[in-house]
Each structure stands twice: as C-alpha cells, then as structure tokens.
C-alpha cells in the first residue's frame, strides 16, 4: 500500500494546483522563524488502543504530522480516511498511512501498540516469543528512518517488550520507554478519590514495578491535597486495616481485566494515558510519571537489565531522571521482587 495524504492538486489528471491558483502570494515575506517546531508522531499498529491513541492526539493538538502504520493495508487506509473526514473538527494535523516504515522518516515520538493476540491454550511464554519475533520487524526500522526519535512502547507484556526494543533500537536508555503502571497509577487514584469523595486530581498516589500481578502500591507516599493519608490517619489516631488496603490495590490489579470481559478489549483510558505521556515528552512538560525505564541502579535493584515502571521526570529528552522517593523497607523489598519477576520472564526466554 502506497503512502496516503491529503493533496492540493485537483481537476483532470490531478494536475491543477488550487492551492497556487486559489491564494494570491504576499509580496516581500519571510521565511517561517526557525524557532517553530514541526512535531511529527508515529503510531504504530492501528488496532482498538492505536486508533485510541491517535484519536486523543488529535483533539489534543499534539502534533503538525501524525503517521499509521499497520500490517493490515485496508484496515489502515480506513482509519486514515475516517480520521481525515473529521478534519473540519479538529486541529489541522497531516495524517499519513502505509504499510512501509518510510513513513515514520523523521518522527518524533514513535508508539508502538503492535502485538500478537493470544491464540486458545497457547502458553505466555509462547506469546513473548511470537511478540519478540514481531518486534524484531519493526524496531529496527523505526530507528533506521527516525533516529533521533524517542520510543514510547504500549505493547504488553509491557516491560519486557521494552528492554527489548532498547536492545533492538540501540538507542540510550533515556529515549526507550513503557507505558508502564502510568494507566495502573489513574486507577489507582480514581478508586481512592472515590472511596475519599473527592476529586482524582487531588490524589497523589503511584502503582511501580511490573505492569502486572506484581506490581507495587506506595501506600506510604499517598497524599490528597498534600495532606499525607497514612500518617494523618496516624496522627488522627484513626484505625484503618492493611487488607483494606490491599483490596484497593487488587481492584486496580482487576481493572482492566474487567474492562476486557465487559467490553472486549481496552483503550479509551490507555488512549488518554498515552496521550498524556506524549504531551509531557514532547512540550517538555518535565512532569513525574510511573512509566517502564531501565531501572538497574535504582532503589536496590540488580542482577540484571531490567524495565520496570518508578516515579521518572520526562521532558523533551525522555527520561531526565527517577525521583528518589522515600519507600519503606517493605515497598521496596516489593519493588526488588518484582524486578525479579520480570528478570525470570526474561530468562526464560533466553534475552
């Protein structure tokens, strides 16, 4: 399938230029100051969460140029269609699709969604291989045609497929990055905010490790209008159970599992979470984050390279740093734990 965009050249054979014909040029101008930005973003994998991503990018005005790539040609032409002919509703963005990877050239954010679909009795095991061999096709190529570009991978098994696609990319650390427990982190704070009746936005509060069964609830770092919970409740002499605690934890755990068994599949919330970490990679927003970095040398953790999500300041040039969070000897004795957790996977699949 043959790159796809909107085009200024109408009438018999295509070949009148309205665009030239329709504008009277201004005399004596100059050149569009250096300082402005052309942003240009890649999705790729153009299933339910790719098309939610890119949706979200679009009403949010994140990018000049926005590039779809999928295996499956006629599927994407119409996603790209659909996507122009809401055009006169949105912010002006240039939308391209194709099959080949040249159609990334110059981005500056590649996401990755891609990834095989679990057959019936197949092992997990067996689907990281298969997801190995799928990112083997489109990591390298994404670093071949943008290789300044900064790498946001969605995919599951999240943390895993991203130190694989550091190891594939070649690139530095910083710029290799999991969507990670960010989207855990939201609903971590939505069922708090709930439980307290107030609003989310109010709720500091972050999921680390493994996206996954593994995962880590910094109970003791949650603050609601900068109040902290544990040790207001402390103070307050106010008795709260750790199993109440941990059920919230589980339900955030459950979540999206539920979602998939209600509706089939996720992706409005992941659309908004990557939407969210696109902005603050590309506006240089330096806002901390719960994503998947290579977190060797943080809080403990060795034996081995190893993607997990940790509270990470990003900017325009991915990664700029972990926060040094306090974590009580338990939570990072978690946190270890489930570095391990990922490690073994890796292990076993000989990477």
């Known amino acids: 399938m043959e790159k796809s965009s909107s085009s200024s050249f109408l009438g018999p054979g295509m070949g009148l230029d309205i665009a030239n014909a ?11 100051s250096p300082t402005k930005r052309h942003t240009k973003i890649s999705v790729i994998g153009a299933g339910n969460v790719g098309m939610a991503i890119a949706q979200t990018i679009l009403t949010q005005d994140l990018a000049d140029e926005l590039a779809l790539v999928d295996a499956k040609p006629d599927k994407l032409r119409g996603e790209m269609l659909d996507l122009q002919h809401a055009a006169a ?42 997801n190995l061999t799928l990112f083997s096709a489109i990591i390298p190529p994404l670093a071949r045609y943008s290789p ?38 939201s609903r971590f704070r939505f069922l708090i905010a709930d439980h307290l009746d107030v609003n989310t936005q109010d709720v500091q509060a972050y999921i680390v490790g493994e ?93 081995g390279e190893v993607f997990l999500s940790l509270p990470a300041l990003l900017g325009r040039g991915g990664v700029l740093g972990v926060t040094n969070a306090h974590l009580t000897e338990e939570e990072a004795q978690q946190l270890r734990d489930s570095a391990k957790t990922i490690l073994e996977v890796q292990s076993q699949l000989g990477i």
């Open 89 to 130: 509703f949105l912010p002006r963005t240039k939308i391209l699709a194709s099959v080949d990877y040249a159609v990334t050239a110059g981005s500056d954010l590649c996401i990755v969604t891609a990834g095989a679909r679990q057959i019936a009795d197949e092992s997990r095991l067996n689907l990281l291989q298969r």
């Open 148 to 185: 300044d570009t900064l790498l946001l991978i969605v995919s599951n098994p999240v943390d895993v497929l991203t130190y694989v696609a550091w190891k594939l990319s070649g690139f530095p650390s910083n710029r290799v990055i999991g969507s990670g427990t960010n989207l855990d982190s």
């Open 211 to 303: 996206h996954g069964d593994s995962s880590v609830a910094l109970w003791s770092s949650i603050s609601v209008g900068g109040v902290p919970v544990l040790s207001f409740l402390e103070k307050q002499q106010i008795a709260y159970e750790k199993e109440t605690l941990e059920s919230i934890h589980k339900e955030v755990i459950q979540s999206a599992y539920e979602v998939i068994h209600l509706k089939g599949y996720t992706s409005w919330a992941i659309g908004y979470s990557v939407a969210n970490l696109a902005r603050s990679l590309l506006r240089d927003q330096r806002r901390i984050h719960p994503v998947s970095v290579l977190a060797k040398g943080f809080y403990g953790i060795d034996g």
């Open 22 to 32: 329709f504008f009277k040029p201004i005399e004596q101008t100059a050149p569009p």
